[in-house]
């Protein structure tokens, strides 16, 4: 937060449009990212505590996509 940088897996980059389309646009919060980055958001937002809900709904912040660990796979 102090950074104000919210780090994302980048599945979440690579499929965000599949939110999207099962959620649709949040109406409300997350302001200052595009509409994909927001159902984004909202589908993790549901997943937190209150606090950090908050945070992300707040905009205050940039997104920043983790490198993938293609060894995952292996």
Known sequence: RTQGIVWLSPIFQW????FLDAAGDPSEGFSGHP???????????????REDQAFLQ???YRLAYLPYDWTLNE
């Open 15 to 18: 499929f965000g449009r599949d």
């Open 35 to 49: 509409k994909t980055e927001r159902a984004v958001l909202a589908f993790i937002a549901q997943r937190l505590p």
């Open 58 to 60: 707040g905009g205050e």
